[in-house]
């Protein structure tokens, strides 16, 4: 979450299209899966998520919408 508020701080309110366009702090790795989050973007809004850890349901899963207000 910060490294995207950081982005968008930067850019003029804008959310990056994807994870790898974040370039002024580093994004750390999901910690469930030592993978990438999974992040979209559509217009002014995007979706970060991490699944749930091994055995938990998806009530364990992480979502956050986020949009963005200029």
């Known amino acids: 979450m910060e490294a995207i508020r950081s982005h968008a701080a930067s ?3 804008q ?6 366009e974040i370039t002024e702090i ?4 999901d910690p469930m899966s030592g993978a990438a ?3 979209a973007r559509t217009g002014a809004t995007a979706v970060l998520e991490s ?3 091994p055995g938990g349901g998806a ?6 919408e986020i949009t963005a207000k200029n």
């Open 59 to 64: 009530k364990d899963a992480t979502r956050y």
């Open 51 to 53: 699944p749930a850890p």
């Open 15 to 20: 959310l990056p299209q994807n994870l790898a």
């Open 26 to 29: 580093s994004v750390p790795k």
């Open 37 to 39: 989050f999974r992040y």
């Open 11 to 13: 850019h003029g309110g």
